[in-house]
């Protein structure tokens, strides 16, 4: 199909563009199976909304088309995607012409669950970088997977980039868990010889209390057997992801590139290593600051902090044994929080301030302007934004 128009300049009185938008949501609304709504591949959108396809009309027109999107696979044109050929040659270089770049991928998590590079004949690990259980049948079970097409006879897709495909839009559509699985549940139906997961994993679906306090995880409930739960908790553990950072050979050399290829400019601040908090920090820890491969951390806080206070100890004490992909080593991955952004109560349990007494203020500290309401019965800092404002110290 004929994409010069996307290039157009005057596209509110250009015939050519208004064709070219035309002949594109004719196709688009044949590719949405009778639905009014579609994704939206404006500059401002970027195909992350749907929208009705008259709106999308006039987003085309008002907003142009986002000139990247040339593969309009969105809107139903088609994505060659090629399935690794185990009779190709191996000496025929490859990888370069898959979109998700799977060989050299594979040939990353190997080199960093087992610590050296991946052959045709591999002995057992003697150790992971990433821990998780059974890492040798989880790796060739996924490389497979890889290789194994979607259903007899598919050339289009294999197993794992069909399941890479569906979860990348779920997250771009919003998908929740429930809507995911019903698509689960419905595509074995249409394909029966399809190789699909049977829903999106849940952890610790069987604790009914709390393992700390041991206070019941579910609200009471007299309209039903179906029990509510008392609060929801998702955390992703910090460790490993930090670890898969440097599984990329690329990211790992973005990771390291504040200490190795940055020009440091006493003048101006481009990077949060020109700032008064990390060189004071690398200061008081010359030790952490000399790997380039340790990572400063910056966070929204909440009030569930134990889960990552945890682990933030360890990778500042002892620290996780981590595969760098670019220079191919081994080493002790170190992490330290150095800014959080949080609401004021949130910062009082953060550092161990009270910051409901006297002294509530952590910069003014005996200097602070407070007082006590006899009948209010709670502390007031009525003259201390004046002085915040005047000498601009921080007050939360």
């Known amino acids: 199909m004929d994409k010069s128009w996307m ?26 199976m009778g639905s009014d709504r579609i ?19 006039s987003h085309l027109f008002i907003k142009e088309i986002d000139p990247t999107y040339t593969h309009w696979i969105f809107h139903g044109e088609e994505e060659t995607l090629p399935i690794i050929d185990n009779d190709v040659d191996p000496g025929v270089e490859s990888g370069d012409v898959y979109i998700d770049d799977m060989d050299r991928i594979f040939d ?27 890492p ?33 839009i779920k997250t771009l559509g919003g998908w929740s868990i429930k809507s995911f699985d019903m698509l689960l549940s419905l595509l074995p139906s249409a394909f029966h010889n399809a190789e699909l997961p049977q829903s999106y994993e849940e952890e610790n679906v069987n604790l009914n209390e709390c393992p700390i306090c041991k206070a019941s995880q579910w609200m009471p409930n007299t309209h039903g057997s179906r029990v509510i739960p008392q609060k929801v908790l998702r955390h992703f553990p910090l460790k490993p992801r930090l670890q898969r950072l440097f599984v990329s050979s690329k990211i790992a050399g973005d990771m390291r590139w504040h200490k190795e290829q940055r020009v440091t400019d006493e003048t101006s601040m481009r990077h949060p290593a020109d700032s008064e908090a990390w060189k004071t920090f690398d200061q008081a820890n010359p030790i952490f600051a000399r790997d380039a491969c340790n990572v400063r951390l910056g966070n929204d806080i909440d009030v569930y902090l134990q889960p990552l206070i945890d682990e933030l100890l360890e990778l500042w004490e002892h620290g996780v044994p981590t595969f760098d992909a670019s220079t191919k080593e081994m080493f002790m991955l170190h992490a330290a929080l150095l800014w959080t952004i949080n609401d004021f ?33 709670k502390h007031c800092y009525i003259g201390h934004r004046r002085l915040a404002m005047k000498v601009q110290i921080p007050i939360g």
């Not at 157009?8 to 590719?31: C, I, K, Q, W």
């Not at 490389?143 to 598919?154: H, I, K, N, S, V």
């Open 136 to 168: 040798s049948t989880t790796f060739d079970q996924q490389l497979e997977d890889a290789q194994r097409p979607l259903f007899d006879g598919c050339t289009k897709f294999s197993k794992l980039f069909f399941i890479v495909k569906l979860l990348y």
């Open 39 to 57: 994704q939206c591949p404006c500059r401002i959108c970027c195909n992350n909304l749907f929208l009705p396809i008259f709106e999308v009309e």
């Open 108 to 134: 990353d998590i190997w080199a960093a669950t087992f610590g050296d590079a991946r052959e045709d004949n591999t002995t057992s690990p003697a150790h992971s970088a990433i821990p998780q259980s059974s």
């Open 7 to 32: 290039s157009l300049g005057d596209r509110l009185l250009s015939p050519a563009y208004a064709e070219g938008v035309n002949s594109f949501l004719r196709m688009a609304r044949t590719h949405s």
């Open 345 to 377: 109560p949130a910062y009082g349990n953060l550092s161990g301030w009270s910051t409901k007494e006297k002294l509530a203020c952590p910069s003014c500290n005996e200097s602070t302007d407070s007082n006590w309401l006899k009948y209010g019965r």
